[in-house]
């Protein structure tokens, strides 16, 4: 058992040799189902007190909204000083630093950035996409933790198409470890569906220099509006942007 602040939450981890190896041509994953129990709380105080954005950019001169709400905590391993990035990084909040850790000791690996989803309903969704970026670094371990609603996850081979494609669902207290080439040669994609629960999704990722850095506060904060979660609903809010990374109850 473990206790992340705010105290309410003592959450029981289960035991890491429950851990299902999922293996096929370049794919290396472990699934933890359930990793722990009793996350129901925790999905509740991270839903209405993270800040949340709707992201939106332009790529070759197409603009392109983020089809889920998203935020982004953490700096990557250059440790540069604010000024060095195009948008001051945030600190992990402690009660995702105490999953982070939780995580780590899990994998093996070691993480400097939680990147959250938040998939209001079935349109939400990821299309198919790998975190395969050099920032990540050869090989990178990526630790995905589900709360909530259960949703299809779908994996692809990117070149050969003689590999069946991988489908499960990913549900509420699951965490899903992927590593070795499952990056660089396998694409991961939410579809979207009708008739889905609300879900979170927190990934734990290791960034090595600024431009990972500057790529996460890029696309998952943006430039705004910030959004939050309030009486059951996203409604966009007038917060002072300095306080867009506090989170009740912690320290900033
Ligand atoms: O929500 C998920 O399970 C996947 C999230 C994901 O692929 C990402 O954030 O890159």
């Known amino acids: 058992m473990f206790t992340v602040a705010p105290p309410l939450f003592n959450l029981t981890l289960h035991s890491p040799l429950a851990g299902k190896a999922i293996v096929d041509k370049d794919l290396d994953m472990v699934l933890y189902r ?13 839903l209405e007190s993270l800040p949340w954005y709707r992201v939106r950019y332009t790529v070759r001169g197409m603009s392109i909204n983020t089809p889920r709400y998203t935020t982004v905590f953490g700096k990557d391993l250059t440790q540069g000083v604010d000024t060095a990035y195009q948008k001051k990084p945030r600190p992990i909040p402690p009660l995702l630093a105490a999953l982070k850790d939780e995580v780590e000791k899990v994998s093996g690996a070691s993480f400097n950035f939680v990147l959250c989803n938040f998939y209001a309903d079935g ?3 990821i299309s198919y996409h790998s975190d395969d970026e050099s920032f990540l670094g050869p090989e990178p371990t990526i630790a995905s933790m589900t709360l909530g609603g259960t949703r299809a996850f779908y994996m692809r081979h ?14 509420d207290a699951d965490l899903l470890i992927m590593c070795g080439t499952t990056q660089a040669c396998w ?9 889905v629960a609300p879900r979170i999704n ?11 850095t500057n790529n996460y506060y890029r696309y998952n904060v943006g430039d705004g509006p910030l959004f939050r979660y309030i009486d059951g609903k996203m409604v966009e809010s007038n917060d002072d942007p300095a306080h867009h990374a506090t989170i009740p109850g912690e320290s900033r």
């Open 158 to 171: 990117k070149t050969d198409k003689s590999v069946p494609v991988y489908k499960t669902d990913l549900r």
């Open 34 to 46: 359930p990793f722990f129990d009793s996350p129901r709380q925790l999905y509740a105080y991270l």
């Open 123 to 125: 349109k939400d969704s």
């Open 202 to 212: 927190l990934t734990f990722r290791k960034a090595i220099n600024v431009r990972g």
């Open 187 to 195: 694409e991961h994609s939410v579809p979207k569906r009708s008739n």
